[in-house]
């Protein structure tokens, strides 16, 4: 099992940046695939950005695509997800979660959540 604590959340201007951790305990994060996923009051749970096992690959969300980087340090066992450009529409809260397979249909270990609110 892994543990995982969101941090870093909090509010921003519209255009500004946030750097959002997820420091995980009990394992080390290169056992796992890992991903932002954001909800919005309303909305369905969005799959912001993800990394792979190895950490070779990403993807990212159409709507974040150029603006959200998703990086993880091994040594810290923390992942990341660098924000910039921020608008409105991404308020939300914002979850870590990992996964022990790349193949994996769900995400299986969740953190808490940590609200992103930018103000036009």
């Known amino acids: 099992q892994v543990q995982l604590v969101e941090s870093g959340g909090g509010l921003v201007q519209a255009g500004g940046s946030l750097r959002l951790s997820c420091a995980a305990s009990?394992?080390?994060?290169?056992?796992?695939?890992m991903a932002w996923i954001r909800q919005a009051p309303g909305k369905e749970r969005e799959i912001v950005a993800t990394?792979?096992?190895?950490?070779?690959?990403?993807y990212y969300a159409d709507s974040v695509k150029g603006r959200f980087t998703i990086s993880r340090d091994i040594a810290k066992n923390t992942v990341y997800l660098h924000m910039n450009s921020l608008k409105p529409e991404d308020t939300a809260v914002y979850y870590c979660?990992?996964?022990?397979?790349?193949?994996?249909?769900?995400?299986?270990?969740w953190g808490q959540g940590t609200q992103v609110t930018v103000s036009s």
């Open positions: 979660a990992a996964k022990s397979s790349d193949y994996d249909l769900q995400y299986s270990y």
């Open positions: 009990g394992r080390t994060l290169s056992r796992f695939a």
């Open positions: 990394t792979r096992k190895s950490g070779s690959s990403t």
